[in-house]
């Protein structure tokens, strides 16, 4: 039995790798949801369209697992506030499917992908180059990067 493991990188342009994560799968699909609301929209819709998007991506691909970059410093309190708030959106929503989660740190996201800890964005997206994976942006880098982490656990 496979078990599908949907990987995110929690922002306003949320990145995802979803996919089996069997020894020798190697098919995933990622994208970026882009979260902006828009003007004349209020702010919560924003966390209307991220629980959306995790309906759809679960009835397309049951998911069977999530696992979430857990950043523990944010430049600004907006992002925190935003990003706390679909953590929070996240972990419900798992636990109302029983579907278990876990938050990887960036540092280990990072130091698994290009072996370093420290990695930039450009790090990132150029080590999904090599890999011969077409990213949109360091959103979708970091999404399948954790993707590849999780998924090489035993």
Same mark, same amino acid.
């Given at each position: 039995?496979? +078990?599908?493991? =949907?990987?995110? $990188?929690?922002?306003?342009?949320? *990145?995802?790798?979803? %996919?089996?994560?069997?020894?020798?799968?190697?098919?995933?699909?990622?994208?970026?949801?882009?979260?902006?609301?828009?003007?004349?929209?209020?702010?919560?819709?924003?966390?209307?369209?991220?629980?959306?998007?995790?309906?759809?991506?679960?009835?397309?691909?049951?998911?069977?697992?999530?696992?979430?970059?857990?950043? +523990?410093?944010? =430049?600004?309190? $907006?992002?925190?506030?935003?990003? *706390?708030?679909?953590? %929070?959106?996240?972990?419900?929503?798992?636990?109302?499917?029983?579907?278990?989660?876990?938050?990887?740190?960036?540092?280990?996201?990072?130091?698994?992908?290009?072996?370093?800890?420290?990695?930039?964005?450009?790090?990132?997206?150029?080590?999904?180059?090599?890999?011969?994976?077409?990213?949109?942006?360091?959103?979708?880098?970091?999404?399948?990067?954790?993707?590849?982490?999780?998924?090489?656990?035993?």
């Amino acid at each position: 039995m496979h +078990r599908t493991l =949907l990987a995110l $990188d929690l922002g306003t342009k949320t *990145g995802f790798c979803v %996919g089996a994560c069997d020894q020798g799968s190697d098919h995933q699909i990622s994208d970026v949801w882009d979260l902006r609301e828009a003007r004349s929209s209020g702010a919560g819709m924003r966390f209307i369209n991220f629980r959306s998007q995790l309906n759809k991506i679960h009835a397309a691909y049951p998911i069977g697992q999530v696992a979430f970059e857990e950043v +523990r410093r944010h =430049l600004g309190t $907006d992002a925190a506030h935003f990003y *706390g708030g679909l953590r %929070g959106i996240l972990m419900e929503w798992c636990e109302e499917h029983s579907i278990p989660y876990e938050g990887v740190s960036v540092q280990e996201i990072k130091k698994h992908w290009t072996g370093k800890g420290n990695a930039s964005k450009e790090m990132m997206i150029a080590e999904c180059h090599r890999r011969e994976i077409p990213v949109k942006d360091d959103n979708e880098a970091d999404a399948i990067a954790l993707f590849d982490l999780v998924a090489s656990r035993p």
